[in-house]
């Protein structure tokens, strides 16, 4: 039982950690998003097409993001199932 909980504690960490790290990662990627916002305005050499490719590729790497951090917390959802199911049976 001992071990039982300890591993739960184990995993309760590297989720926090990732969580963290994720939100860390989240708050950079948007100040760099927003950096390269003000600059995109700013460049006046730059064609309305080629501006509007950069800002769907912004799009589709938020969206891959958010979508792994999705997979993620699935993840996660079904080792902390796998461990309350095993508690159980304890």
Not at 27 to 46: N, S, Y
């Amino acid at each position: 039982m001992e071990q039982l909980k300890m591993a739960k504690q184990m995993i309760d960490f590297q989720k926090a950690t990732f969580d963290n790290t994720f939100n860390a990662m989240v708050m950079l990627q948007d100040q760099t998003e927003r950096m390269f916002g003000t600059f995109m305005e700013q460049a006046t050499l730059l064609p309305e097409e080629g501006k509007k490719v950069l800002r769907d590729w912004v799009e589709a790497f938020k969206k891959g993001r958010e979508e792994f951090k999705k997979s993620v917390d699935e993840s996660f959802g079904k080792v902390e199932a796998y461990y309350a199911e095993a508690g159980k049976k304890s």
